[in-house]
Structures are given as C-alpha cells and as structure tokens.
T-cell receptor
Framework: AQTVTQSQPEMSVQEAETVTLSCTYD???????LFWYKQPPSRQMILVIR??????QNATENRFSVNFQKAAKSFSLKISDSQLGDAAMYFC??????????????FGTGTLLAVQP | EPEVTQTPSHQVTQMGQEVILRCVPI?????FYWYRQILGQKVEFLVS????????KSEIFDDQFSVERPDGSNFTLKIRSTKLEDSAMYFC?????????????FGDGTRLSIL
C-alpha cells in the first residue's frame, strides 16, 4: 500500500523569504501523480501544484515549485517570496496512474505553515 | 469560479443517531468523493461515486455508511448509527472526470462532533 509522510507538523517563514516543505512517499508503482494541496483558514483545500512521475522536469507554478526526486521518493514544495496569504495547512498527496487505477488521493498528515510579517 | 459546497459546516449529534452530510459538487463534474480527517490525523479516502454507483470504497466505509445522489445536484453521505470515533472533518470533492489529469476540487468540510 502507498503511504505519504510529512515529517514537519509546523513550519514558519518570514514574509518575502523562501521555505521548503518536505514530503516523502512509499510506493511500488512506477507511474503515479503527486500533488500539493493548500488549506487556508477558510478550510477549502486548493490544488497548488501537480507532478507526473514520468516527467523528470520539476513542476513550477509561479512562486511554487517542487523538487521531485523519484529514486529517493521525495517530493518537496518550495515557496519563494512568501506572502501572508501563503499561511495555511499544506498537504502532500499521491495518486496511482496505472490503467484502471483508483481515483483516490492518499494524503500526508499536513504541514502548518505560518508566515511572519 | 465554481465551488464545491458542503452543509452544515458543523454538525453535533448524539451517539447512535443517524446523520446526513450534504454536498453540492461542481455542476458539470461527474465523479464525487468523500474523505475524512480525524483531528490530528491524515485525510483519509472514504468512497468515490460515479454514474450513480460506488466505484471504490475504503475499509473505513463499512455498512454504517452510505452515499446517494438524490437529485441532479446533491451528493450525500449518511452515517446510520454514529459512533464516537466518527467525529472528524468530512470533506466532499468532485472532479470532471476520473482521470489523473482532472484535479479533485474540495469543499470546506463539515465538522462532525459525536457526543
């Protein structure tokens, strides 16, 4: 069974600085998708960024980028130029991508990010 | 931007009572999901639903749970006889398709407290 681990329950960053949130996962599958979701205090989970395992290039969305290390099964999220609105719970998630795969997302426990002004 | 909406935001129920959590998925979406998060633990998959039937369920989703799409807009999760351990945040999600390139859109969640 696949598992996702986020070892940092809480992180803090100064506004305008860069922060990296860690995520590791365990799977025997070769093809899968990885996601970072953000859950601000308003509670709705929002997709931040997605990485396909077959792609070597790291995904980037504006100030958000990932460091995907497939061999190490590591998928960290880097937030550059942190803003107060980045304060939220961040969840790392995994999804199988083989033919006939399940649709379910497998989540980590989350990292609560605080942004200090 | 269209959103998944969930009601109520907080539900308090006596143990043993039935509870129905309601969700309105995004209108053109075809796949629907329920997840839950017990306080301090991971978000866990419960069930996925497509074409008016369950397409997948987890071991958590036992006979006490059921889902229904009673009309063209609502998607409900019913817990028949609640237990203390059912206390959790329940999230509804929907996606346009079931393929991995279609992200799941989540609602705000319903906090269920069992007394």
């Amino acid at each position: 069974a696949q598992t996702v681990t986020q070892s940092q329950p809480e992180m803090s960053v100064q506004e305008a600085e860069t922060v990296t949130l860690s995520c590791t996962y365990d799977t025997s599958e070769s093809d899968y998708y990885l996601f970072w979701y953000k859950q601000p205090p308003s509670r709705q989970m929002i997709l931040v960024i997605r990485q396909e395992a077959y792609k070597q290039q790291n995904a980037t969305e504006n100030r958000f980028s990932v460091n995907f290390q497939k061999a190490a099964k590591s998928f960290s999220l880097k937030i550059s130029d942190s803003q107060l609105g980045d304060a939220a719970m961040y969840f790392c998630a995994y999804r199988s991508a083989w033919g006939g795969a399940t649709n379910k997302l497998i989540f980590g426990t989350g990292t609560l990010l605080a942004v200090q002004p | 931007e269209p959103e998944v909406t969930q009601t109520p935001s907080h539900q308090v129920t006596q143990m043993g009572q039935e509870v129905i959590l309601r969700c309105v998925p995004i209108s053109n979406h075809l796949y629907f999901y329920w997840y839950r998060q017990i306080l301090g633990q991971k978000v866990e998959f419960l069930v996925s639903f497509y074409n008016n039937e369950i397409s997948e369920k987890s071991e958590i989703f036992d006979d006490q749970f059921s889902v229904e799409r009673p009309d063209g807009s609502n998607f409900t999760l019913k817990i028949r006889s609640t237990k203390l351990e059912d206390s959790a945040m329940y999230f509804c999600a929907s996606s346009l398709l079931g393929t991995e390139d279609q992200p799941q859109h989540f609602g705000d969640g319903t906090r269920l407290s069992i007394l």
